[in-house]
């Protein structure tokens, strides 16, 4: 999809200070150097996830702390038009609550579907947590996510 100012005005999302490319999501520059940080320093549930979908070892190429609009998103699939944001306790704060279904009403406007994933469950089952990826993607289980999910591929997977 080719996105403009005024398209994403249509769809109720502030262009100003975004950046435009023919076929990418618009982002916002200033974010580049945080989402940078972020890539550095990581938190454990993130790190276990690039892990897995790191270097294309699925048969897609995820992006970690893509910025996206005035966000950074923790993974991005172009290729799937997929988001997936791992999320810690503090998402059950009502008003972090309301910035992550705004965010989410956003990306989806932009035609991302979104997967939301608890840290404690990537952290306990970090193969499972990516099967779920991929199953609300809509698309087959890659095989090298195939194999015991309950809690043992951390200490014999080779991500790890």
């Given at each position: 999809?080719?996105?403009?100012?005024?398209?994403?005005?249509?769809?109720?999302i502030?262009?100003?200070?975004?950046?435009?490319?023919?076929?990418?999501?618009?982002?916002?520059p200033?974010?580049?150097?945080?989402?940078?940080?972020?890539?550095?320093?990581?938190?454990?549930?993130?790190?276990?996830?690039?892990?897995?979908?790191?270097n294309?070892?699925?048969?897609?190429?995820?992006?970690?702390?893509?910025?996206?609009?005035?966000?950074?998103?923790?993974?991005?699939?172009?290729?799937?038009?997929?988001?997936?944001?791992?999320?810690?306790?503090?998402?059950?704060?009502?008003?972090?609550?309301?910035?992550?279904?705004?965010?989410?009403k956003?990306?989806?406007?932009?035609?991302?579907?979104?997967?939301?994933?608890?840290?404690?469950?990537?952290?306990?089952?970090?193969?499972?947590?990516?099967?779920?990826?991929?199953?609300?993607?809509?698309?087959?289980?890659?095989?090298?996510?195939?194999?015991l999910?309950?809690?043992?591929?951390?200490?014999?997977?080779?991500?790890?």
């Amino acid at each position: 999809m080719h996105y403009t100012p005024d398209t994403l005005r249509l769809l109720g999302i502030n262009p100003d200070g975004l950046i435009f490319f023919k076929d990418k999501v618009p982002y916002d520059p200033t974010l580049k150097p945080f989402s940078r940080e972020l890539r550095i320093d990581g938190v454990k549930a993130e790190a276990y996830m690039w892990k897995i979908l790191k270097n294309k070892k699925t048969g897609y190429r995820f992006l970690r702390q893509k910025p996206i609009l005035h966000y950074i998103a923790d993974f991005y699939c172009d290729e799937l038009n997929l988001v997936v944001e791992i999320d810690g306790s503090s998402h059950n704060i009502e008003e972090v609550q309301r910035h992550d279904q705004q965010r989410d009403k956003d990306m989806n406007a932009l035609g991302l579907k979104v997967v939301r994933l608890w840290d404690y469950d990537v952290i306990k089952t970090p193969l499972a947590a990516a099967s779920h990826i991929f199953k609300e993607a809509g698309v087959e289980i890659p095989a090298s996510l195939c194999g015991l999910h309950d809690g043992s591929e951390r200490l014999w997977s080779p991500f790890f």
